[in-house]
């Protein structure tokens, strides 16, 4: 983990694996304006939920930005990352 190895970091990477880890979501806007405020990719109406549900009917990031141009593979990486953590945090 390249947290543990900053100086004097190592014993709260140890005991707290995710003390360090920090996800940057730049690419996800939530504006009520848009989409009756869900989360979108870049403030296009393009919600995350479309996105997510592309992946669980087994579309790879290179179908998705295939079918849907405006879309970028970032996007879909922020995508899953931000379902990712609002599953961490509701739990």
Do not use: N
């Not at 390249?2 to 730049?26: C, M, N």
């Not at 939530?30 to 009756?36: R, S, W």
């Amino acid at each position: 983990m390249r947290e543990a190895s900053k100086p004097g970091a190592s014993w709260v990477a140890a005991r707290r694996p995710f003390a360090y880890v920090f996800v940057v979501l730049d690419r996800i806007r939530i504006d009520p304006a848009v989409c009756e405020g869900r989360p979108t990719i870049r403030g296009l109406r393009i919600t995350v939920a479309f996105v997510l549900k592309l992946i669980g009917a087994g579309d790879d990031a290179d179908d998705i930005v295939q079918e849907h141009p405006e879309l970028e593979k970032k996007d879909v990486s922020q995508a899953t990352k931000y379902g990712a953590w609002l599953e961490r945090i509701s739990s």
